[in-house]
């Protein structure tokens, strides 16, 4: 009897074990969903699982900088306004326009087909396209005073 709660046990352990990691999904669109409500969440080991090595290296970089934040004043609930993804070979481009709790923008998110798996790529560089007419009014208005001042 005690052999067979033993062996038993083992054997629930190792259907554990075995157990298959939960499928990743297959769109470009839905990898952006996927990845984009890890990033939200701050799990960056699962949206590492969803990104090319460039981008993991950057959300490696992004986690030791959470590390100083309290983790409720990082977290973010992003929707999406709109999702349009065009493939190109191995590349999609998908942009999309997203609303969080503090804004509405404009983002591309670039993935990389390897081995039938899209994944996230690290951008070239952050564009944002903000709906705050203000916010380039005020850079105008800044650089206008810079060229005064070196007028003067």
């Known amino acids: ?9 083992m054997v629930v352990a190792l259907l554990a074990a075995c157990k298959q990691q939960a499928e990743l999904p297959k ?5 952006v969903k996927a990845y984009q409500a890890y990033y939200d ?3 960056f080991d699962e949206a590492k699982a969803l990104s090319t090595l460039a981008e993991q290296s950057r959300l490696d ?27 190109k070979g191995d590349s999609a481009f998908c942009q999309c326009r997203c609303k969080d709790q503090y804004e509405t923008y404009n983002i591309e998110f670039v993935l990389l087909r390897r081995k039938n798996q899209w994944f996230i790529d690290a951008p070239k560089e952050v564009k944002y ?3 705050i007419p203000a916010v380039d009014a005020g850079v105008d208005t800044l650089f206008n005073l810079l060229d005064v001042e070196r007028e003067q």
Do not use: W
Not at 3 to 9: Q, T
Not at 74 to 85: D, E, K, M, P
């Open 129 to 131: 396209d903000y709906d």
């Open 61 to 87: 970089n992004l986690a030791k900088m959470m590390l100083e934040q309290s983790s409720d004043s990082t977290q973010l609930t992003t929707s999406f306004l709109s999702l349009q993804c065009r493939t």
């Open 41 to 43: 969440q701050n799990r």
């Open 1 to 9: 009897m005690k052999h067979s709660i033993i062996l038993l046990g």
């Open 27 to 31: 769109t470009p669109e839905e990898v």
